[in-house]
């Protein structure tokens, strides 16, 4: 059992369904998991076994259909939608395989929406924008659209735009699965910065080299927790 | 045989798979034909029933009434000389008269009016038939001593029939029939009552003593108006039977120009209804049609697909619009009273249910022009990979919004990708109040002007009515609008709010958002149609005083359509918003 006071994220007996009766999905079967502060963790598994589901649990983008879940010392999983939108705001950011940037915006203003959602000056937003965007390194690119970066491009101001409100919990859901192997190494020498920095991730992905990467590797099937690994190789823990 | 099998298939399939936009597209078609339907029933109608009734009684050509002396003069007891010498002026070939005209006061029924009002006359006339101005009576019979005959308009005001008693001025009379008369206009005029020559004299009174009338006959009636002008004095008042015509046929002409410009805004409506209904499902269609084309389909039997799918829905809206027009029209045309020969219900004729057919057989084909042109050009790959038109951006307004609350900063943002669709909204709500606005200030106008007594004027009921259906259609069409666009808006940004609400905005900040950012533009378009709506009801009834509606019943139909619009915004957002996030950002790539 870890340290309470470090855990940030756990769940108990976290559960999903889709559907009722004959057509009844259990995407999250009774999952236990915790993560710890400054923690790296992998999630893998084949496709369909409830990854991205846990995810969007983990984050508050949905509710779960019984179980627990707590970040840091408040219980999540019965807040309001408007209680988890703020939850989102403030802690979590999110990180997706189809980047979902809005296309009419540009990489700068990309970023800085989370920060305006969350009542910071429109000069507050552009400064931390601007900061973060040269973190990813992208200070050259803020004026783009969508449309005119690379994937690579396009996925590191997604990171950017998860990392504004300075969330306590990264979560990304496969975010090199639309990247070639050279993007990946970005994206993924960007995870190890922001692990080092102390920030805690939790990475679903199927790339064995992000996994690597992890403090921590746990594998689903069927929407449970089949097996779960310390990974030796992994960057060293912090408290 | 199987390739008709494959289109009618592959077209109704669509439009079940599509099911709110048919409903929506039928209930737009349906609106428009409806209006049309009444719109060429109302004006088939038309025959001259002024003509008519001046045929059935011998109407005079000049109307003469002498004007009761200023106070502090004698009134006269004889029809004044300079009344009398007409009867035999240049061009004069016959009259009737002078006969006595009085103004006392009338309880019937219940109602109170007073003749010196300007609420009705009462004339004096002989028991034998009049060579010019022989009032022709439709029921009952003709005056005799102590008993009246009141004009058929007035009669209906009142809500007598012969059998009922009237008291003028105290006295007690029956009314023994009801008449039209082409020597009076029969309505924005006061009433008439005909009594027996004794009998009008007996309701003089020093206060309201009697004046005079005198039809005329003359040898050339279409200079009437020429001599009745001539013979105006101070002492005079001549009209010729054109302008007493020209005021009776204001009734109808009034109730056909609300008609037809009902129908022209209702029109226009319907087609940018129908242009935004067909522009937003383009892309689904092109997708489609690559996947027609890809498994073998020929540009034509793509086109054959979307043709017969609006043409079924056309055919059900007309089908569905003539039988509302046909159910309506009835209501609307109730004849008027005053005259006979008035517009009976017009009924529906085959032309016009042809005419209704076409024009709805025309919007779908020039609504499958477009589609069926893009889905033969466009390659098949290309067509199969077409997203929705990619929203456009629009610098100014990101920058602006930057520096609004949350909500109205994702609002603004999202309304503004679709600026046609926004000003089409906009132009709806100016449109639909500018119609209510007007015929508000309808109705203010004919109650200030209207008919003494409390009582009201058959013909403003009637135009009162078409405008009242008009404005229903306009309304419910207008609203259809505003949530069908409210709902494209919510469909096509769905994605954008999902991954606002992955970042932290909640579904109220979402919902209110999108409402507001379609209310407020909206709100510049509702009050634009304040003065749209005045101007509009001035240039309906040609001139004449300046009448605004109460700025209680404007503030009262400004708030209304923003609470409906808001309301009408944000239900397809809030619904919108209840699903969970990861639901629609798993299913869409971005
Ligand atoms: N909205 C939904 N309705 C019904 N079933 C769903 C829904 N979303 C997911 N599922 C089901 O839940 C299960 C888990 O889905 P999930 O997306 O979490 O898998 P995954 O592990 O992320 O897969 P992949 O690696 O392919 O992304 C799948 O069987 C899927 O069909
Ligand atoms: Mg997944």
Redesign the interface.
């Known amino acids: 059992m870890t340290n309470p006071a470090r855990v940030l994220v756990r769940a108990h007996q976290l559960r999903k369904d889709y559907g009722h009766g004959e057509a009844l999905v259990r995407a999250v079967d009774d999952v236990d998991l915790e993560v710890v502060n400054g923690e790296a963790l992998a999630v893998m598994g084949p496709s369909g076994c409830g990854k991205?589901?846990l995810l969007?649990l983990l984050g508050g983008?949905?509710?779960p259909t019984s179980g627990e879940l707590w970040l840091g010392k408040r219980r999540i999983d019965q807040l309001s939608?408007?209680a988890l939108?703020?939850l989102?705001?403030?802690d979590v950011g999110?990180v997706?395989q189809?980047?979902?940037?809005?296309?009419?915006?540009t990489a700068q203003?990309n970023v800085?929406?989370?920060a305006?959602?969350?009542?910071r000056s429109?000069r507050q937003?552009r400064r931390r924008a601007r900061q973060i965007l040269d973190q990813v390194g992208l200070a050259d690119r803020g004026g783009h659209?969508p449309s005119a970066l690379s994937g690579g491009q396009r996925q590191r101001v997604a990171i950017a735009?998860a990392l504004v409100?300075e969330p306590r919990l990264i979560l990304a859901d496969e975010p090199t699965g639309n990247l070639d192997s050279a993007a990946t190494l970005g994206v993924l020498q960007l995870f190890e910065t922001l692990h080092a920095g102390g920030l805690t991730l939790v990475i679903v992905t199927h790339d064995e080299r992000i996994a690597a990467t992890a403090d921590r590797l746990v594998t689903m099937r069927d929407g449970t927790l089949v097996d779960e690994t310390g990974l030796v190789g992994g960057t060293a823990r912090r408290g | 045989m199987g390739k008709l099998v494959v289109i009618w298939r592959l077209a109704t399939k669509d439009l079940f798979h599509a099911k709110t936009r048919t409903m929506l597209t039928v209930t737009v078609i349906a609106a428009a034909t409806a209006t049309l339907t009444l719109g060429l029933a109302l004006s088939g109608a038309t025959s001259d029933p002024y003509a008519h009734t001046r045929a059935a009684t011998a109407g005079p050509d000049v109307m003469v009434q002498s004007n009761v002396p200023a106070n502090g003069k004698e009134a006269p007891t004889a029809a004044p000389p300079d009344l009398i010498a007409l009867e035999h002026a240049p061009g004069v070939v016959g009259y009737s008269g002078p006969y006595p005209v009085a103004t006392p006061s009338l309880v019937a029924n219940g109602h109170t009016v007073a003749s010196q009002a300007g609420g009705f006359v009462v004339e004096g006339r002989e028991q034998t038939r009049a060579l010019v101005d022989q009032p022709k009576v439709l029921e009952g019979t003709w005056v005799r001593p102590g008993a009246v005959v009141v004009e058929s308009t007035y009669a209906t005001e009142l809500g007598v029939v012969p059998g009922d008693s009237i008291m003028l001025d105290g006295h007690s009379f029956r009314v023994a029939g009801v008449a039209v008369t082409a020597a009076w206009p029969s309505v924005n005029w006061p009433g008439i009552l005909w009594l027996t020559e004794a009998d009008a004299r007996s309701l003089a009174t020093p206060k309201y003593p009697l004046s005079y009338l005198l039809n005329l006959k003359l040898t050339n009636p279409a200079a009437a108006t020429a001599f009745a002008n001539a013979h105006s004095t101070n002492n005079l008042s001549a009209f010729s039977w054109q302008q007493i015509s020209h005021q009776d046929a204001r009734g109808i002409e009034l109730e056909q120009e609300a008609l037809v410009i009902g129908t022209w805004l209702l029109s226009m409506l319907a087609i940018a209804c129908i242009a935004v209904l067909v522009a937003g499902r383009m892309a689904e269609q092109a997708r489609r049609s690559g996947l027609l084309k890809a498994v073998g389909g020929t540009p034509r039997l793509v086109a054959a697909v979307l043709l017969t799918g609006h043409l079924l829905v056309a055919f059900v809206g007309a089908l569905i619009g003539l039988a509302v027009g046909w159910l309506v029209v009835p209501v609307l045309s109730k004849p008027n009273d005053g005259l006979i020969g008035s517009p009976g219900a017009p009924t529906l004729s085959g032309a016009t249910v042809a005419v209704v057919m076409a024009v709805a057989i025309g919007i779908a084909a020039v609504s499958t022009f477009r589609p069926a042109r893009r889905a033969a050009r466009m390659s098949t790959v290309a067509a199969l990979a077409d997203a929705p038109r990619s929203p456009r951006r629009r610098p100014v307004i990101v920058a602006l919004s930057r520096w609004l609350p949350a909500p109205l900063l994702l609002g603004a943002r999202l309304v503004a990708r679709r600026p046609r669709r926004l000003l089409l909204a906009v132009a709806s709500t100016a449109v639909t109040v500018a119609t209510v606005v007007a015929v508000l200030a309808f109705w203010q106008g004919n109650s200030v002007s209207g008919v003494p007594g409390g009582l009201t004027n058959p013909v403003v009921m009637a135009v009162s009515n078409v405008l009242v259906v008009v404005t229903v259609v306009l309304v419910i069409l207008a609203a259809v609008n505003a949530a069908f666009m409210a709902w494209a808006t919510v469909l096509e940004t769905r994605h954008s709010c999902a991954v606002a609400r992955a970042f932290g905005a909640t579904p109220e900040q979402v919902t209110f958002g999108l409402s507001a950012a379609q209310v407020l533009p909206s709100a510049i378009g509702a009050l634009a149609g304040v003065p749209a709506g005045i101007g509009f009801y001035h240039l309906a009834k040609h001139g004449g005083a300046f009448v605004s509606p109460s700025v209680l019943s404007l503030a009262a139909t400004l708030v209304a359509t923003l609470l409906v619009i808001a309301a009408l915004t944000a239900i397809p957002a809030a619904l919108a918003g209840r699903r969970p996030v990861s639901e629609v950002l798993q299913s869409e790539v971005a």
């Not at chain 1, 189809?98 to 915006?105: C, D, G, S, T």
């Open positions: 991205s589901t969007h983008l949905d509710r939608e408007q939108a703020e989102r705001r403030q999110f997706f189809a980047f979902h940037l809005m296309e009419e915006l203003e800085e929406l989370p305006l959602l969350a009542g429109p937003a659209l735009r409100n």
